[in-house]
């Protein structure tokens, strides 16, 4: 079972603009992740945020967390074409550490 | 360094053939793992290993089976191919195997069972 789930499944948006997407899960986690997989590519990690931390940014990237909603948003800012990609969270839980699981991922393109 | 390595790229198989799978790695880490992905699926975790000579099994193991004799290789080996075993598979390792941080993904290799 998916311990993951994403929304939107897709978002279409204008280069410049900013993109949103959410993840939630059903279990307690000790961190959450999100990567991204370009079309016919192995998937790159982009951001971890931990289950004690609220906020993370890196470059244009911020995650926020909130383990009382049991959710997270991924927000890229200021897109760019090359942003276009898949976009996956993935989760461990407390009771199996070793197994992360993915959410089914948010398809974002990016139109010039 | 590679990173992850995986082999092959593509891959045809008919019902009831066998074949394996090939994953490496050049960073000495100690975690691997085998996913698969299928359209609206996202990936799903077909099993780990936390160092040589330890395995486990993930989601969807059936089907499949894997060992690890040495930090740098773990192989996947489908030991009577079935259609539904038609998917793109990805090898991941990380660093830390007590909590997985940060995976390193191969290329993947698609695989066609006929």
């Known amino acids: 079972s998916q311990q993951g789930e994403e929304d939107p499944q897709a978002l279409s948006i204008q280069e410049g603009e900013n993109a949103t997407m959410n993840c939630s899960y059903k279990?307690?986690?000790?961190?959450l992740q999100w990567y991204r997989q370009n079309s016919g590519r192995g998937l790159v990690h982009l951001i971890l945020?931990?289950?004690?931390?609220r906020e993370k940014h890196s470059g244009r990237l911020r995650v926020t967390l909130d383990t009382s909603k049991k959710s997270s948003s991924l927000l890229i800012t200021a897109s760019r074409a090359a942003d276009t990609a898949s976009y996956f969270c993935?989760?461990?839980?407390?009771?199996?550490?070793?197994?992360?699981?993915f959410g089914q991922g948010t398809r974002l393109t990016i139109n010039p | 360094n590679a990173g992850v390595t995986q082999t092959p790229k593509f891959q045809v198989l008919k019902t009831g053939q066998s074949m394996t799978l090939q994953c490496a790695q050049d960073?000495?880490?100690?975690?691997m793992s085998w996913y698969r992905q299928d359209p609206g699926m996202g990936l799903r975790l077909i099993h780990y290993?936390?160092?040589?000579?330890?395995?486990d099994q993930g989601e969807v193991p059936n089907g499949y089976n894997v060992s690890r004799s040495t930090t740098e290789d773990f192989p996947l080996r489908l030991l009577s191919a079935a259609p539904s075993q038609t998917s793109v598979y990805f090898c991941?390792?990380?660093?830390?195997?007590?909590?997985?941080?940060?995976?390193?993904f191969g290329s993947g290799t698609q695989l066609s069972v006929l």
């Open positions: 993935a989760t461990d839980t407390v009771q199996g550490a070793q197994k992360l699981v």
């Open positions: 945020i931990r289950s004690n931390e």
């Open positions: 290993s936390v160092g040589a000579g330890i395995t």
């Open positions: 279990t307690s986690i000790n961190n």
């Open positions: 960073m000495n880490h100690e975690y």
């Open positions: 991941a390792s990380s660093y830390s195997w007590d909590t997985v941080e940060k995976l390193f």
